[in-house]
Nanobody, 129 residues
């Protein structure tokens, strides 16, 4: 049974930082493209960042988070991370971890949520001004 469990969300003031974690089980973590997505109330789910097993040169970020967020993964611990710095109120959303089996990287999947077939339950991030 595949499980993706997110943690690390919370409430912070604008300019603050948070680090999200996602622990995966039931999948061969290193063979999956992993992504972070978010959904704010009344808005569609949007891709935030994705990374393949070797993050060097294999990461993708939404324009809205480039330079502020960093995705990383520890394949030995089956864990995906999202370091979020310089948070803004518009970053407020439920953040989801997602996975899709990938043979050669994330480029075919990008940040399109419909491409990912395993999802966690989400962790809430609230940024106040």
């Amino acid at each position: 049974q595949v499980q993706l469990v997110e943690s690390g969300g919370g409430s912070v003031q604008a300019g603050g930082s948070l680090t999200l974690s996602c622990v995966a089980s039931g999948i061969t973590f290193s063979r999956h493209c992993m992504g972070w997505f978010r959904q704010a109330p009344g808005k569609e789910r949007e891709g935030v960042a994705s990374a393949y097993t070797d993050v060097r040169g294999s990461t993708l970020y939404a324009d809205s988070v480039k330079g502020r967020f960093t995705i990383s993964r520890d394949n030995a611990k089956n864990t995906l991370y999202l370091q979020m710095n310089s948070l803004k109120p518009e970053d407020t959303a439920m953040y989801y971890c997602a996975a899709v089996l990938a043979l050669s990287g994330c480029s075919a999947y990008g940040l399109q949520s419909f491409q990912y077939n395993y999802w966690g339950q989400g962790t809430q991030v609230t940024v106040s001004s």
